[in-house]
T-cell receptor, first 114, second 110 residues
Framework: EPEVTQTPSHQVTQMGQEVILRCVPISNHLYFYWYRQILGQKVEFLVS????????KSEIFDDQFSVERPDGSNFTLKIRSTKLEDSAMYFC????????????FGPGTRLLVL | RKEVEQDPGPFNVPEGATVAFNCTYS??????FFWYRQDCRKEPKLLMS???SGNEDGRFTAQLNRASQYISLLIRDSKLSDSATYLC???????????FGGGTRLMVKP
């Protein structure tokens, strides 16, 4: 069964450093997403991406965040200058077209900012 | 602000019990609804989509009441492996983002 994959599984960084989180969505999917989950809190939407552009973003997704689909398979989330409060689990998700548009989630990257 | 609200639980039930979870959503324009399951420190995994007419998948039954903006999940004959957090999820009117509830924790005991 096709799966969304994410790398790295864990990332530790110093405050102010840039991080890039990587995702490989399911191969025939067209819509890509990033969500985050701070420990003990809800899963929160960050951004959706379709046809090489952002289609929706939340208030969390400020100028420190950017997304890119650099090639036909990868989808990345960059945080330019990490803050302590960026520590969270970051989930990538994807879905195909039509129907209920069910989103399938990757295993996540646990980011710890020190 | 569009919200999805759930009772956080925990619901502690014996094996074989029937348990029901409810949730409410505030965005009347939401079109699609889902129940996801999340195990500790893992990703959300789709349990089932929720259709207007109600739908069943084995031991799981989901119901949607659009007038009351209310979604339910019924689990029959609970198994130990059902222990997890159940996330109620609604999309936005454009279908390009999901809003998650805080989850209801279920613990099934032998």
């Amino acid at each position: 069964e096709p799966e969304v994959t994410q790398t790295p599984s864990h990332q530790v960084t110093q405050m102010g450093q840039e991080v890039i989180l990587r995702c490989v969505p399911i191969s025939n999917h067209l819509y890509f997403y990033w969500y985050r989950q701070i420990l003990g809190q809800k899963v929160e939407f960050l951004v959706s991406f379709y046809n090489n552009e952002i289609s929706e973003k939340s208030e969390i997704f400020d100028d420190q965040f950017s997304v890119e689909r650099p090639d036909g398979s990868n989808f990345t989330l960059k945080i330019r200058s990490t803050k302590l409060e960026d520590s969270a689990m970051y989930f990538c998700a994807s879905n195909g077209a039509g129907g209920m548009k069910t989103q399938y989630f990757g295993p996540g990257t646990r980011l710890l900012v020190l | 602000r569009k919200e999805v609200e759930q009772d956080p639980g925990p619901f502690n039930v014996p094996e074989g019990a029937t348990v029901a979870f409810n949730c409410t959503y505030s965005n009347s324009a939401s079109q699609s609804f889902f129940w996801y399951r999340q195990d500790c420190r893992k990703e959300p995994k789709l349990l089932m989509s929720v259709y207007s007419s109600g739908n069943e998948d084995g031991r799981f039954t989901a119901q949607l009441n659009r007038a009351s903006q209310y979604i339910s999940l019924l689990i029959r004959d609970s198994k130990l492996s059902d222990s997890a957090t159940y996330l109620c999820v609604a999309d936005n009117n454009a279908g390009n983002m999901l809003t998650f509830g805080g989850g209801t924790r279920l613990m099934v005991k032998p």
